[in-house]
């Protein structure tokens, strides 16, 4: 069984920075694309921005020039490089990875989830 822990969230003034981090464990032949999304209070979950095990990258347009997602494939770990940061990107942010598993089945896993508040 593949795991998702992520770390980095916490409290920051408006237009600081964070960094968040989230590392794949278990059993898995392979990841692929791996992402970010965001739930804030009331509203549907939200991709942030993800990136295939190639490096291809893609942003919601309201991250984009603020936020910037890297990955580490030999530590199967993803990051997300927030900067500018303002009160409406305080959310639960969670991680999310496609992985191949042992049985070749395509499957994909979530993280526990992250707090980022921003206050103004």
């Known amino acids: 069984q593949v795991q998702l822990v992520e770390s980095g969230g916490g409290l920051v003034q408006d237009g600081g920075s964070l960094r968040l981090s989230c590392a794949a464990s278990g059993s898995m032949l392979s990841i692929g694309t791996m992402g970010w999304y965001r739930q804030a209070p009331g509203k549907q979950r939200e991709l942030v921005a993800d990136?295939?095990?190639?490096?291809?990258?893609n942003y919601a347009d309201s991250v984009k020039g603020r936020f910037t997602i890297s990955r580490d494939n030999a530590k199967n770990t993803v990051y997300l490089q927030m900067n500018s940061l303002k009160p409406e990107d305080t959310a639960v942010y969670y991680c999310?990875?496609?992985?191949?598993?042992?049985?070749?089945?395509?499957?994909?896993?979530w993280g526990q989830g992250t707090l980022v508040t921003v206050s103004s």
């Open positions: 990136i295939t095990s190639g490096g291809t990258t």
């Open positions: 999310n990875a496609d992985y191949l598993s042992g049985r070749f089945r395509n499957l994909e896993v």
